[in-house]
């Protein structure tokens, strides 16, 4: 083998080896590409992020990844609109050429590309090819819809002159049947005066029932508002009926409350002196039973004015009461600490 050809072999070598390179490379490449967005769109999604000590995934992405935030979303919305296998299958492209191609209808996008070199062409020249897809597409929408409205418009005509036709046919009946029925006349000309009259006339039907029309509305309107005003005095007075009469209903129900409670007191009252009375009455009939079993001479008496000294207690104490009650504290004080003081002058006295 000469030196030229042991050359020509090793260059070969060479350009196979960096072909398989490049190869494995670009596979790597559209791998990466896959999983760099995969990778963000799982940390966005669950928000592992947190868990590094970032507040948001936007400054996860810029101060961890050292991108944009728009750079991120730009990868998560391209994996979601074109599908990891488009995505991987493309990967060469590069993200801004893919994100061109996830805005294209998905059922546009194959034909797109079959029809376009991408991998020789700019960022740019893709941008302006979409536009100029999306401008046919809408002179193509307008067009339809301008043809639908064509057509539209000529049944519409169809129809108008069917009827038309219909109508002048029945017209022309009825006027052939008049002319049999009666000679033909000529119309009467009018002249300019009369013409004006009649137009003159009809200004002033107009003028009147535009007139009368507003007349009505007004007579309407005053009608309204007067009933208005009516249902206002009337819901009015009512309001201020049932407010006395819930404050009369009040305060009758509160005198009565007052009074029952009053009664209540009193018969408590009246039964706590009848049972004191009853108690000293029957202490004092035990004290007579004993002084006459025991035949002290004056029992009897003594019996008799007992009962007379518990009737007086029992009186003063209820004036006290009454005193107390029609508001005289004071003078209910005074009596009660005589008649408190009398008792303990005779409970000392027959101590003695």
Known sequence: MTGTEMAIDKTKLEAQELHVQIMANGQLAASALLEFARGLKTMRDKRLYQALGYADF??????????????????????????????????????????????IPANEREAFSEDNDLAGMSVAQIKAKIKEADDRGQQLSM?????????????????????????????????????????????????????????????????????????ELEDRLTKAKAKAKEK?????????????????????????????????????????????????????????????????????????????????????ADIVDELRETGHPEKAEKLKKALHGALLALTEQMEE
């Open 232 to 316: 206002a005095a009337a819901a009015e007075a009512k309001a201020a009926k049932e407010k006395e009469e819930a404050v009369r209903k009040a305060r009758e129900e509160a005198a009565a409350e007052a009074k029952a409670e009053a009664e209540k007191a009193a018969a408590d009252l009246l039964a706590q002196r009848q049972a004191e009375t009853e108690e000293a009455t029957r202490r004092a009939e035990e004290l007579a039973k004993q002084l006459e079993l025991n035949g002290l001479e004056g029992a009897t008496e003594f019996k008799l004015l007992f009962g007379q000294l518990q009737a007086a207690a029992d009186r003063m």
């Open 143 to 215: 067009l339809g819809t301008e043809l639908a409205d064509a057509q539209a418009s000529e049944q519409t005509y169809k129809k108008a002159m069917e009827r038309l036709e219909a109508e002048n046919a029945e017209l022309s009946r009825q006027l052939a049947e008049k002319q049999v029925e009666q000679p033909e006349s000529p119309p009467a000309e009018l002249d300019a005066e009369t013409i004006e009259a009649i137009r003159h006339q009809a200004i002033e039907e107009t003028k009147k029932a535009e007139a009368a029309a507003r007349q």
């Open 58 to 103: 936007e400054t996860y992405a810029e101060q961890a990844v050292g991108i944009r935030q728009r750079q991120a979303y730009n990868y998560i919305s391209t994996l979601e609109r074109l599908g990891a296998k488009y995505l991987e299958e493309n990967a060469g492209l590069g993200i801004s050429k893919l994100q061109l191609l996830a805005e």
